[in-house]
């Protein structure tokens, strides 16, 4: 079972590279980006593994029994709500941000807010569903495109159109002190772990996360490859121009594989089930976290199916981000990404600090 942590961290931070992350650092890489992706693994990788040991001390429980086993009602109540709010945005912006991806680099003609409500569609589906099939659908969309976007970051990599010098030139401003718009994106790679906070209704008694080793690699990995890979395509100056940065360094690539010549559409095709499954098991935990307001709620991980709340919930999550890419354009939506990433990582932090308190005290109360 323990496969499944290591399928959100894996999620997350692949679907970073389609967000505002890479073009984030991009934009401060001469104000110390790459400081600010060492310090980001160091404070990912420490959350990470205090998450792991907190949620184990509580097996078979998410964040919203745990919290009721040591805070009043009246307390609880409020946090439920900001931690739904929390697992809202993220995902709306993931999803408005794929909308208009396709519309810029798919279909012109098809306007971005038509292609939202149908992604919405079949996210307000995919959410409804039980814990346990979030679960698996998870398991099986990085079983399917965890593969194939490898190979193309492996392509990127190889690729003879890289320019080592402008990555050289770039990675020269390892002097530079950090700055916390920079760490606050870059610590998003690591965020997968806080799924847990339902999905460990999931996990069994002396479950243990096995091989952690792996997350600080393969994370700083993954943060070097979204930070330096579109530098050596376009540029140290050049690269700054592009708000979707990989998405125009995927259409750089060329394969000779039959049908399948431009990258761009594998790429785009990828990313978008990760972002579908992305959005819907966020959507599904803030569902789950407004379902604990209620003094009748029951967790069950195989709800199947759904009571009628939970569609009423996923129905106003979807309307309240269609409304918001209506009103709200890239740029706006470009600086509320960066202020929500680097105030989403003090929440975490937040969070896991408190959560670890609790988990010491239940400890030894026992």
């Not at 184990?56 to 919290?67: T, V």
């Not at 709500?81 to 993220?90: D, H, P, S, T």
């Not at 698996?136 to 990127?156: D, H, Q, T, Y």
């Not at 121009?241 to 259409?251: E, F, I, P, R």
Request: proline share 4%.
């Amino acid at each position: 079972m323990s496969r499944y942590f290591y399928y959100h961290i894996v999620l997350v931070s692949l679907l970073n590279l389609m967000l505002f992350v890479p073009h984030i650092l991009i934009r401060y890489r001469y104000q110390g980006a790459v400081t600010s992706m060492a310090l980001a693994v160091v404070i990912g990788t420490a959350m990470t593994f205090m998450y792991t040991y907190i949620m184990g001390k509580f097996p078979g429980l998410g964040m919203p029994e745990i919290l009721d086993k040591f805070l009043p009602k009246m307390v609880v109540k409020p946090i439920m709500v900001f931690m739904a709010a929390m697992w809202i945005i993220g995902p709306s912006i993931a999803l408005v941000s794929y909308a208009v991806l396709i519309n810029r680099f798919i279909n012109p003609d098809t306007s971005p807010v038509m292609v939202l409500i149908l992604l919405s569609g079949v996210c307000i589906y995919a959410a409804t569903r039980s814990t346990l099939t979030l679960a698996f659908l998870v398991e099986m969309g990085m079983l399917i495109n965890f593969p194939i976007i490898l190979f193309i970051l492996l392509k990127a990599v190889r690729s003879d159109a890289i320019n080592w010098d402008a990555i050289r030139t770039v990675a020269n401003y390892w002097t530079q002190m950090p700055n916390l718009q920079s760490v606050g994106a870059a610590s998003y790679i690591f965020t997968g772990y806080v799924s847990f906070a339902i999905y460990n209704r999931l996990m069994p008694p002396n479950i243990r996360i096995r091989h952690r080793w792996i997350i600080p690699i393969s994370g700083s990995a993954i943060l070097l490859l979204t930070f330096f890979v579109p530098i050596g395509f376009h540029g140290t100056e050049a690269v700054e121009n592009y708000l979707y940065v990989w998405s125009v360094t995927a259409d750089s690539l060329m394969m000779n594989y039959g049908f399948i010549e431009r990258v761009i559409f594998m790429f785009l095709i990828m990313y978008l089930n990760l972002t579908l499954i992305y959005t819907a098991s966020g959507w599904h935990q803030a569902i789950e976290f407004l379902k604990a307001l209620s003094n009748s709620y029951k967790p069950s991980v195989d709800d199947v199916p759904m009571k009628r709340n939970g569609f009423i919930y996923s129905t106003v999550i979807a309307l309240l981000t269609v409304i918001y890419l209506y009103y709200v354009n890239e740029k706006t939506t470009f600086a509320i990404s960066g202020y929500w990433l680097s105030f989403r990582m003090f929440i975490e932090i937040g969070t896991v600090v408190t959560m670890f308190i609790f988990a010491r005290k239940g400890t030894n109360s026992s």
